[in-house]
């Protein structure tokens, strides 16, 4: 029963599209156990995305999650590791399934309108990142 972190990109926030994924998360009958709005600077982008600081598009990435504000989600409840990036679909939107946040939404690879870790280790980090533990709902908590 981990959390995952969730992250609403700019191009989600700028296109007031917030409220719609997170009606989605709920629906789903996942938990939203911590949520807060800010914009990464450039160090923070660089420090988040390092795994791809190799990767052809890392730069443009890094500018891209600098650009303006984000909102970062701690999402619980049973399976929400793979349930969340099931609710996004796959990278591209153009290879995204139907009724998917990315699917529905994204406009390229880049702007993919949200992020989802890929697993317990990268959620467990990811999830630190942005939050303090007591910035955090515990399971209990109903
Ligand atoms: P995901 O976000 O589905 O976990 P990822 O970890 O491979 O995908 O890549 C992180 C982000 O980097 C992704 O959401 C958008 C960007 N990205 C990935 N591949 C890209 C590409 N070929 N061109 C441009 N941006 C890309
Ligand atoms: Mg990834």
């Known amino acids: ?3 995952t972190l969730g992250i609403i990109k700019p191009d989600g926030v700028r296109r007031k599209l917030a409220g719609q994924i997170i009606s989605r998360i709920e629906k789903a009958g996942l938990i939203l156990r911590g949520m807060k709005a800010l914009k990464l600077t450039k160090e923070q982008a660089e420090e988040f995305y390092a795994v791809h600081e190799d990767k052809p598009f890392f730069r443009s ?15 619980g409840g049973h399976g929400s590791i793979e ?11 153009a290879k995204a399934k139907y009724n998917t946040i990315r699917r529905e939404f994204g406009t390229s690879v880049e702007k993919n309108v949200v992020h989802g870790s890929d697993d317990e280790t990268t959620a ?6 942005f939050f303090k533990e007591n910035e955090i709902l515990p399971k209990e908590m109903k």
């Open 61 to 75: 990435l890094v500018d891209f999650m600098s650009s303006g504000p984000i909102v970062v989600l701690v999402i």
């Open 1 to 3: 029963m981990a959390n």
């Open 124 to 129: 467990r980090t990811e999830i630190a990142f």
């Open 83 to 93: 349930r969340w990036r099931e609710l996004m679909g796959a990278t591209d939107p």
